[in-house]
């Protein structure tokens, strides 16, 4: 007996070990595993940043970024639009295969960043403009991988910064003293999401964490407290900028992009303060091309120009709702401290499908077997380090309802309307594309008519499951 009680102790012993051990190791593999914070800016200009040669806007932090991290030249946002926009970069697909094309709600299985990241044990926050599907809907961030959402679900909602309201988790968050009126109001919506940001880096500070934080500026109705630092920079300022009604709209979106360059730098100083910055990677970027606001006869580019290169004078053309390079060409910086070479300046093309093959390789985590991206492991950490070259892309596509447009390495295939013939450019000799060579290359041309045919699919949509779950008067928020 006392045999059989020694070898139940040894066999008892030896389980509990053996659970302690492989929980301290998956505790440990878990906590090594790299946080993430994607940080995407509404509207964002190519060139609206002091790096790029800015003449007027000051972002010491994001060139900041640049400066520890890799600016991309050409990587591209997926989509023209908001909404789309952001489905190619949760989804990694292309607008051929994405579920949100136009307006529209993500189905019941689409799976997001968000997804894949909560299954290998991330906690997964999101703070900002969703735009993929609204309450009593298939789409909605909680049901597509995120802990919590907090800010707006629906496009239009989110084109002023004094709403009635905010959502966290389909649930609204009434703001007291907001009177519907877009451009003042007793409470700031942007303000509310960033500290909501700030506080979910901070509980999680433990732990992995994806911190997607799509926020509105400098989009939408411009209005943020008069008392802001950015805003009494530029409150003063007599600028010949056109404005609609007379409002200093041109100071006040300077004074937006400085005012997320401040709040870009107070989380870098977070992550230092938490002792996690060298095991956190950060994202930041554009959603679609920059648009010519507040253009004028002096200022035809848009006073603020965010297509146009203040160094050599080139105009990318179009802007956001078309797919010439004007509209698709966005900032795109990545920091990884002591991963990914400092000041290092990339030509990879890539576009947003690539994120998240790009993010479930860094984290481990399993990206959608039907994802469209390719992860840029190789680019941002060097081919030795991943362990194999850099991968391209036979082509990258585009479509809209009435557009469609591909890119193959520096061929650049469109068809800007549904009516209108594919135009053909050479960007590595017509950035700008001024001048269509399709009658040039015929062959170029059929092969990107091939392309662009196996790329879409049928546009399937999400379900909306309560409307009673709808809140109204969104267009008028």
Known sequence: M????????????????????????????????????????????????????????????????????????QFLAAASFC?????????????????????????????????????????????????????????????????????????????TYYPNYLIRNSKKVPLEGNTGNALTGKINSHDLIYADSIKFIRENKDRPFFAYLPWTPPHGHWGMPLDDPAWQKYKDKQWDAANEKGEQDAQMYAAMVEMVDRQIGEIIALLKELNIDDNTIIFVSGDNGGRTYFANEKHPHGFL??????????????????????????????????????????????????????IAEITGAIPRKDSDGISIVPTLLGAEQAGRKQEQHEYLYWESKKSVALRMNNWKAIKPSNKAPFELYDLSKDIEELHDVAAQYPEIIEKMKKYAKQAHTPVVLGKVLDASLGFKGHSKN
Not at 8 to 24: D, E, M
Not at 307 to 334: A, D, H, S
Not at 337 to 350: E, M, Q
Request: aromatic share 12%.
């Open 83 to 159: 909404a789309p926009a952001r489905s190619t970069l949760m989804t990694g697909q292309h607008t051929g295969h994405t579920t949100v094309r136009g307006p529209g709600c993500l189905r019941a299985d689409d799976v997001t960043i968000a997804n894949i990241l909560k299954d290998v044990g991330y906690a997964t926050g999101g703070f900002g403009k969703w735009g993929l599907g609204e309450p009593g809907t298939t789409g909605v961030p909680e049901k597509h991988g995120f802990d919590t959402f907090f800010g707006y679900y629906n496009q239009k909602h989110a084109h």
């Open 2 to 73: 006392k045999r059989l009680a020694f070898l139940k102790a040894i066999c008892v012993g030896a389980v509990i070990f053996t659970l302690t051990t492989s929980a301290t190791a998956a505790t440990k593999k878990t906590a090594d595993k790299p946080n993430v914070i994607y940080i995407l800016l509404d509207e964002w200009g190519y060139f609206e940043w002091s790096k790029m040669g800015h003449p007027i806007l000051e972002t010491p932090n994001i060139d900041r970024l640049a400066s520890e991290g890799m600016r991309f030249n």
């Open 305 to 358: 120009a965010p297509n146009l290169n203040p160094k050599t004078g080139e105009r990318f053309r179009g802007g956001k709702g078309n797919f010439y390079e004007g509209g698709i060409r966005i900032p795109f910086i990545v920091r990884w401290p002591g991963k990914i070479k400092a000041g290092s300046v990339s030509d990879h093309l890539g576009y947003f499908p690539d994120v998240m093959p790009t």
